[in-house]
């Protein structure tokens, strides 16, 4: 077992009031299962000791006639369960046996008999919470259910053995992601959501607008409260102009100052009230238009905007005057895609360096995947071994070679040339090899799974591939693009160094079709006090279907969004 089977101490509250319980959750009025079961003793040592447990029932029986209950109770804090047992004079123990029930228990921790496989089990003598559950109706019984199933019930899926043992994955990595940064001197920036620049140029970004809602708004109240007419506005027009007159003939007549006054107030209400009706009847239905286009003018922010597809052109801004950053956050991409390997909602970590070419690119990246293949070992290892019994056998040892392996290094064009050979050979790809071709998933995968069996580094892909941003290398054809490609998964990371070059980079975006007007903040970058500087971004969803050896990608966020989905 790694680290996980030593409890950290902040954790771990003795108790010596009385004969309450003797284990706490600092805050929570219970021992989390992980404390009592995840010792190297597997809890045997704590026999004796007095202790509050809460979960929910994954099984439960009836033994002895019904005279006491087996329970095995889980609370998402480890993969492994707490063996409770409760006698009929402590509890309806009909209610406590069924899959799904919370249950909140205190008892006396006793080593069970010779022979059973648990260290330790806990004899309940109070029953303080039951939160019950109907066997009938509950769609997460004990029987084997496959993922698919599971994603028409996201808000109870966390309760099962994997999407729960995915979840703590997923948490040690992002911790993992942070504690690799903060060590080396990174700092960590939020960027925006919403955005008016399209990092990768492919213009498969969602839309954020309030035009539409809006629109809908003022149709309904054009409907209640229809917009003035001619009339309308020739009455108020005529009101102004007898106010006018009115005003006009007090100062001939010299009236007094109070008179005049409250005639100029009339005036001035008439002249308020004819702008409200003209501007009324300017009000059109439907969204607002000009020159036959959408007038994004009046949208929220006076211009389009969208979800991020990534954070890092914005993150460039803070690594050109804080040197080394990072972003991690959600990001966002409107293409219709059903494949196992596409999410429209997903995680990217960004980081970003001053002062660092392709190289340092290269391996910061590959200290980073390394990190967090270690970081599982150490302290998610009972969750490893879960998905090796029911997915990957292998992926426990996968993370060991990434972690150990230096990474292959290898030109795009010597990819190419690699993967020609192996055509020449008999392999046979569904997509053709040659050079200038964006790489495919089947392409990735047998460089780093069948040619090196370890992850390869490839760098230096044809300009017309990559995105703007990437440095032109001086042979002019391709540019300092570097992507990270692992077993199972093919590409990991994307990077590069970026163009500082003002000139280079504004013929650049004109190359690819792109309006300057958005990316003048970017420019000025590299108009003001340029720098040499690269960075990456990981998949961090991908990252977790190398380690895990899940197939589908809809399995490793809490809640996934696709094309016709986008529950709770």
């Not at 959600?330 to 980081?351: D, I, Y």
């Not at 690119?361 to 879960?386: G, I, P, R, S, T």
């Not at 064009?413 to 008999?426: D, I, M, N, P, S």
């Not at 300092?480 to 000139?503: C, F, H, T, W």
């Amino acid at each position: 077992m790694g680290d996980q089977a030593t409890p950290p101490a902040p954790e771990l509250a003795a108790m010596a009031i009385n004969d309450g319980p003797c284990l706490k959750h600092p805050f929570s009025d219970r021992a989390p299962v992980r404390l009592i079961v995840c010792r190297p003793d597997g809890g045997a040592g704590l026999a004796g000791q007095r202790v509050r447990a809460g979960g929910w029932v994954k099984t439960g029986r009836e033994q002895g006639k019904g005279s006491f209950a087996f329970l095995e109770v889980n609370d998402g804090s480890c993969p492994a369960n707490l063996q409770v047992i409760v006698d009929a004079g402590v509890a309806d123990l009909s209610t406590l046996v069924q899959t799904g029930t919370c249950v909140l228990v205190e008892g006396l921790l006793k080593v069970p008999p010779e022979g059973t496989k648990q260290k330790i089990e806990l004899r309940v003598d109070k029953v303080l919470h039951v939160g019950p559950t109907d066997p009938a109706s509950y769609p997460i019984p004990k029987t084997k259910l496959s993922l698919e199933f599971l994603r028409d019930h996201i808000h109870l899926r966390p309760r099962t053995n994997t999407i729960s043992a995915v979840a703590r994955i997923r948490n040690a990595l992002a911790f993992a992601t942070h504690s690799f940064f903060q060590e080396h001197g990174f700092l960590y920036v939020h960027t925006p959501i919403i955005t008016t620049s399209d990092c990768e140029g492919a213009g498969e970004m969602f839309q954020a607008t309030t035009l539409i809602s809006e629109a809908e708004k003022l149709d309904k109240e054009l409907i209640l409260n229809p917009p003035p007419t001619e009339a309308d506005i020739e009455a108020a027009k005529c009101t102004v102009g007898e106010k006018s007159s009115v005003v006009a003939q007090l100062k001939a007549a010299k009236a007094t100052k109070e008179d005049i006054s409250a005639s100029v107030s009339d005036l001035k209400k008439a002249k308020e009230n004819l702008s409200r009706v003209e501007e009324r009847a300017k009000l059109k239905p439907g969204i607002p238009k000009k020159d036959g286009k959408i007038d994004y003018g009046q949208d929220f922010f006076g211009r389009q905007a969208f979800l991020t597809v990534s954070g890092q052109l914005q993150v460039e801004t803070y690594a050109c005057a804080v040197s080394s950053v990072y972003t991690f956050g959600p990001t966002f991409r409107a293409e219709h895609s059903h494949t196992s390997r596409h999410l429209a909602e997903f995680w990217m970590v960004e980081p970003e360096i001053a002062f660092a070419d392709l190289q340092d690119d290269m391996n910061c990246a590959e200290a980073y995947v390394k990190y967090m293949c270690q970081w599982l070992l150490n302290k998610c290892f009972d969750d490893m071994e879960l998905m090796a019994k029911l997915y990957d056998k292998g992926c426990i040892d996968r993370l060991r070679m990434v972690s150990s392996t230096p990474f292959e290094r290898i030109t795009y064009t010597e990819a190419v040339q690699l993967l020609e050979e192996a055509v020449r050979g008999g392999k046979e790809f569904e997509k053709n090899v040659e050079w200038g071709i964006d790489l495919a998933s089947e392409h990735e995968r047998y460089l780093t799974e069948d040619i090196f069996k370890k992850p390869v580094i490839v760098y230096n892909y044809p300009k017309g591939i990559k995105a703007f941003y990437m440095r032109l290398n001086d042979d002019s054809k391709t540019v300092a693009a570097m992507d990270i490609l692992v077993p199972k998964v093919g590409e990991l990371i994307g990077g590069s160094q970026r163009e500082e070059r003002y000139e280079v980079i504004q013929q650049r975006i004109a190359e690819m079709g792109l309006p300057l007007e958005p990316y003048e903040w970017y420019l000025d970058l590299r108009r003001y006090g340029t720098v040499k500087h690269c960075g990456f971004g990981l998949g961090f969803e991908r990252m977790i279907l190398f380690a895990t050896g899940i197939d589908n990608i809809r399995d490793v966020i809490p809640f996934p969004r696709y094309p016709g989905r986008a529950d709770l």
